[in-house]
Nanobody, 121 residues
């Protein structure tokens, strides 16, 4: 069963911004570390960013550093991925996933169904 849901994807021009949201339906997301991943058809899924449940620290993949920011709203039990200065190579299906590891070590057990992000003029 899918217990995570992503939203916020869409079509945006290069240089534009999108904010993705991840919510859980059957558990409290605040208790988990949450990662954002993306996948392009024919390529392996890659981790984009992860926020730790232990202290809120985060890691960001080098290609999106300074453009993407992961955050958590504890009051809304939601994790976000703010994506700025989007590039065509950011086009992918974006997934959120949760892990009980308090420092994003994985494994990621629950996954959403993904939201499409398309960056094109």
């Amino acid at each position: 069963q899918v217990h995570l849901a992503e939203s916020g994807g869409g079509l945006v021009q290069p240089g534009g911004s999108l904010k993705l949201s991840c919510v859980a339906s059957k558990f409290t997301l605040n208790w988990y570390s949450v990662g954002w991943f993306r996948q392009v058809p024919g390529k392996e899924r890659e981790e984009v960013s992860c926020i730790a449940s232990s202290d809120g620290s985060s890691r960001v993949e080098d290609s999106v550093k300074d453009r993407f920011t992961i955050s958590r709203d504890v009051s809304r039990d939601t994790v976000y991925l703010q994506m700025n200065n989007l590039k065509p190579e950011d086009t992918a299906v974006y997934y959120c996933a949760s892990t009980f590891s308090d420092r994003c070590a994985g494994p990621f057990g629950s996954w959403g169904q993904g939201t499409q992000v398309t960056v094109s003029s």
